[in-house]
């Protein structure tokens, strides 16, 4: 069996079994019976603080990511984990191959595509955990900062915490006064643990790097997973090879995108990290959590805070208009790839259509552990906005083709907004363009006067129209 979380045995492992001849037997039950109580005999209760102790020596930030990491590969391990085979491999190389050469007639994108891997649930661990990490730490050092901050402002809250850790604490620490940084650390496992056991579900669910609208894996390398791919096709009655294509058209396009919109990256990044700024720490739920910290069983303290979130969106404009930009930029970046992928696929795979729509569907709603994930972590992943977007794009390419769709990814003013989303065709027909004669008369009177006997020059537009037309091609989706 994998390691289990923290490194720790699980509950009931270690202990008596029922027998007469335990050390420190006194009659009763071995989880109640010796000096330790239940924390079983002083050999266990010494290894699990001696592992407590290395977990609190993490120096790598307000997280514990290795710990996180541990707790992802451990919740994929307890149900099945299998490697990937190299026939999976050799499938989904050859996929991605003919993926890329079909998407090279949907956009004019070249492939962004320079690796192609096959994945297991550990592997996607692994290969995305840096993005987490880098995506979590704002909202879970609000959680750690409440933490150490508890003991400084209310000690007398932790009184429910168990008598052998508080012990612990106040020698390693230095009595309760000196506790505010060893809390500190503890919250850094405590959302740790949470964390990965979050990303642990989440991998259960992807089916491949960008398969939440984020690029997560390293840059221009395309992976699919071979486990996931295979649930996504479950009870759609369509051949796997072509579920396979499918998906692997997905994660093509959204590489082709990536590399070639390069601010792109920075853009879903930094909406993420906005979103995160305004997420609160539900303080009550916390402190309600404390006392079940228990070093030999600190899966309980991930039990405690799964019943309800400890993660809250704030209830304010700036709040509310960070999700909005967040949730439209998703939307974006998932309706272009929905179009592209539409072309592509459309006159060649004979279930594109309802491979489409399952695919919408599932982005659109989320998975059980994308649910999850948002009610452990605080992110919302979820484009609500897919279809509006789509449309827009798939007219885009109507009226403009594929270049001139394209062309609007050259910088962020240039795509929809989430108003453009009430109204597509609006968008596509383009917005009424100032006229710039009204502001030419409106300098001159404001400015110098001119000369007596001159008329000031009257400035003619390039392509010939008279002052006051409307330049032809000026509004986005516009082809004259």
Partial sequence: MADPPFGFGLPGQGRGSGGSGGSGSSGGPP??????????????????????????????????WDLAKNVARHTLAAEGDPSVLDTDRHKISEAVRLADLWLDEATSFSSGVRRVEAWSRSEWVEATLPVWSKLCDPIAEKAVDAMGGMLADAPGELGGMPEELGTALQAMGGGLSGLGPMMRRIGGMMVGSQTG????????????????????????????????????????????????????????????????????????????????????????????????????????????????????????????????????????????????????????????????????????????????????????????????????????????????????????????????????????????????????EAAGAGGDAEPPGEEPPQAQPPDGHEPGGEPPGAAPGTSG
Wanted: hydrophobic share 45%.
């Fill in 31 to 64: 989880d109640e019976g010796g000096p330790f109580g239940p924390l079983g005999d002083p050999q266990q209760f010494a290894e699990a603080l001696r592992q407590f102790a290395d977990l609190m020596s993490w120096q790598g930030g307000p997280v514990n």
């Fill in 197 to 440: 056991a979050a990303i642990g579900a989440l991998a259960r669910e992807v089916v491949s790097s960008t398969d939440v609208g984020l690029p997560l894996g390293p840059e221009g390398t395309a992976a699919l997973l071979p486990a996931g791919v295979s649930a996504f096709g479950e009870g759609l009655s369509t051949g796997a090879d072509e579920v396979r294509l499918f998906l692997a058209l997905r994660e093509a396009a959204h590489h082709r995108l990536f590399a070639h919109v390069p601010w792109l990256r920075a853009h879903l990044l930094g909406a993420v990290e906005e979103y995160a700024r305004g997420i609160t720490v539900d303080a009550a739920r916390l402190r309600d959590a404390m006392p079940q910290i228990d070093p030999a069983n600190p899966d309980a303290l991930r039990e405690a805070l799964s019943g309800a979130a400890l993660f809250q969106p704030e209830d304010t404009p700036q709040q509310k208009a960070a999700l909005s930009r967040l949730e439209t930029a998703l939307a974006l970046v998932e309706g272009w790839v929905a179009t592209v992928v539409d072309e592509a696929a459309g006159n060649r795979l004979p279930q594109a259509t309802a491979l489409a729509e399952a695919s919408r569907r599932r982005r659109a709603t989320g998975g059980p552990a994308e649910r999850t994930f948002a009610t452990l972590v605080g992110l919302e992943l979820r484009p609500r906005k897919l279809r509006e977007a789509a449309l827009i794009w798939a007219r885009l390419t109507e009226v403009r083709g594929a270049a001139g769709r394209d062309a609007l990814w050259a910088h962020p003013d240039l795509l929809p907004t989430e108003e453009d989303f009430d109204d597509p065709d609006g968008f596509v027909r383009g917005r009424p363009e100032l006229d710039m004669s009204a502001l030419d």
